[in-house]
């Protein structure tokens, strides 16, 4: 019988190390991508209850809502056209991010879904109406929308 010598043991050794490095590394790649995923739904939870709370608590911001859905754009003076747009525009900017963070995997298609659900169901006119719609960014995330809005026009 041969004897195995003192190096081909610490080759063993240290290629079995190598291999539990890898092993130890893909779990904690898989680890940091499911905390990257729970960040991303937790920032979008965040940012639809911000809004919400900000239109529940300011008196100006609901009332200035009741009279652009009641009366119009055109009722709107200077200040509250720029003040509502500038709402909106946070808004959009806020939907973009959540589609950003669709494209690079950290939030799932039923999220990206119930965004484009709810732009078709009121947002994307608002957006329409303080001319915003210039303003989304990239294409592809306006092409999603444009699809949605078609789907939900031929539904009708």
Partial sequence: MKKVSLD????FT???SVL???????VEINHSSRLAEVAAYQSRMEEIQAVRREIALSPD?????EKFYSQGVSSLSPVEY???????????????SQYFQYLRGFLDRQTIDQTLEDLANG????????????EIQPQEWM??????LNKERNSR
Avoid: C, N, P
């Avoid at 081909?8 to 080759?11: D, K, S």
């Avoid at 003040?83 to 808004?91: C, G, K, T, Y």
């Fill in 143 to 148: 092409s999603e929308i444009d699809d949605r």
């Fill in 82 to 96: 720029r003040r509502l747009r500038s709402w909106q525009s946070a808004v959009q900017r806020g939907m973009q």
């Fill in 14 to 16: 240290g290629m079995l």
């Fill in 8 to 11: 081909t043991w610490i080759q």
């Fill in 123 to 134: 947002i994307y006119a608002q957006w329409v109406a303080l001319d915003l719609v210039k």
């Fill in 61 to 65: 911001l609901a009332a200035l809502y």
């Fill in 20 to 26: 539990g490095g890898l092993i130890f590394l893909a």
